[in-house]
């Protein structure tokens, strides 16, 4: 299993804007399909946004227009700007990579957004 860390969790005013960060342990990135999910209190985890090797990317509808899901293969990190922030936003955000054959998750980075 690749070692995911998240960072740029937070709280944020309605409207506001936050950027999280998942640095992966390996250089699997190239290669991977990489996704962004998020968890509320009582619900279960939800995709966010995901992207293949190819870089196509595919967003949950809610989101659309608002978050971008990217990545460095350089720096080995991936990052999911959201703009627009909403209280519906508020949740637990984990990343994720499929790469070589593993299926990765990190520990989750807290974001909460009030209204």
């Known amino acids: 299993q690749v070692h995911l860390v998240e960072s740029g969790g937070g709280l944020v005013q309605a409207g506001g804007s936050l950027t999280l960060f998942c640095a992966a342990s390996?250089?699997?990135?190239?290669?991977?399909?990489i996704g962004w999910y998020r968890q509320a209190p009582g619900k279960e985890r939800d995709l966010v946004a995901t992207?293949?090797?190819?870089?196509?990317?595919n967003y949950a509808d809610d989101v659309k227009g608002r978050f971008t899901i990217s990545r460095d293969n350089a720096k080995n990190m991936m990052s999911l700007q959201m703009n627009s922030l909403k209280a519906e936003d508020t949740a637990i955000y984990y990343c994720?990579?499929?790469?070589?054959?593993?299926?990765?998750w990190g520990q989750g980075t807290q974001v909460t957004v009030s209204s």
């Open positions: 992207m293949t090797s190819g870089g196509t990317t």
């Open positions: 390996e250089n699997i990135f190239r290669t991977a399909f």
């Open positions: 994720n990579t499929v790469a070589l054959g593993r299926v990765s």
